[in-house]
T-cell receptor, first 114, second 113 residues
Framework: EPEVTQTPSHQVTQMGQEVILRCVPI?????FYWYRQILGQKVEFLVS????????KSEIFDDQFSVERPDGSNFTLKIRSTKLEDSAMYFC????????????FGPGTRLTVL | DQQVKQNSPSLSVQEGRISILNCDYT??????FLWYKKYPAEGPTFLIS?????DKNEDGRFTVFLNKSAKHLSLHIVPSQPGDSAVYFC????????????FGAGTILRVKS
């Protein structure tokens, strides 16, 4: 069964460093998302991406964040200068876009900012 | 952001009995609802969904009920199995171009054998 994959599973970085989180969505999906879950809090939306552009972003997704689909398979989230409060589980999700909104999630990347 | 609420942090059920997980929402513009199951250190797994044009959707042991006037939905699991023990998230969205999921805080379900 096709699934969303994410790498790395765990990333440890120093505050102020840049990180890139990688995702491979399900191959025939058209819409891509990043969510995050800070420990003990809700899963929260960061950004959605369709047709090579951002379709919606939350107030969390400020200038320090960017997304890219550099080729036909990868979808990346970059944080330019990490802060302590960026420590969270980051989930990538994708969906077909055929009229329904079932989003399929990857296993997540645990980002720890020291 | 309290648009989606799951007021029961946890639920404990005996194996073979029914599990009922509840979810309330405040935004009347939501028109598509989903339930996800999550194990520790894994991503949410899609379980079942319902459109606002329906009041019930069933898939095997899982049934979701939607009461639009009360802005309430519930997930019924019958019969409950120990493998169902996980965190269950309710999510709401607007069924349009690229729309985001708004999640509840989750309910920890424990099925005792």
């Amino acid at each position: 069964e096709p699934e969303v994959t994410q790498t790395p599973s765990h990333q440890v970085t120093q505050m102020g460093q840049e990180v890139i989180l990688r995702c491979v969505p399900i191959s025939n999906h058209l819409y891509f998302y990043w969510y995050r879950q800070i420990l003990g809090q809700k899963v929260e939306f960061l950004v959605s991406f369709y047709n090579n552009e951002i379709s919606e972003k939350s107030e969390i997704f400020d200038d320090q964040f960017s997304v890219e689909r550099p080729d036909g398979s990868n979808f990346t989230l970059k944080i330019r200068s990490t802060k302590l409060e960026d420590s969270a589980m980051y989930f990538c999700a994708s969906r077909t876009g055929l009229g329904f909104n079932e989003q399929f999630f990857g296993p997540g990347t645990r980002l720890t900012v020291l | 952001d309290q648009q989606v609420k799951q007021n029961s942090p946890s639920l404990s059920v005996q194996e073979g009995r029914i599990s009922i997980l509840n979810c309330d929402y405040t935004n009347s513009m939501f028109d598509y609802f989903l339930w996800y199951k999550k194990y520790p250190a894994e991503g949410p797994t899609f379980l079942i969904s319902i459109s606002s044009i329906k009041d019930k959707n069933e898939d095997g042991r899982f049934t979701v009920f939607l009461n639009k006037s009360a802005k309430h939905l519930s997930l019924h699991i019958v019969p409950s199995q120990p493998g169902d023990s996980a965190v269950y998230f309710c999510a709401a969205s607007r069924l349009q171009y690229g729309n985001k999921l708004v999640f509840g805080a989750g309910t920890i379900l424990r099925v005792k054998s």
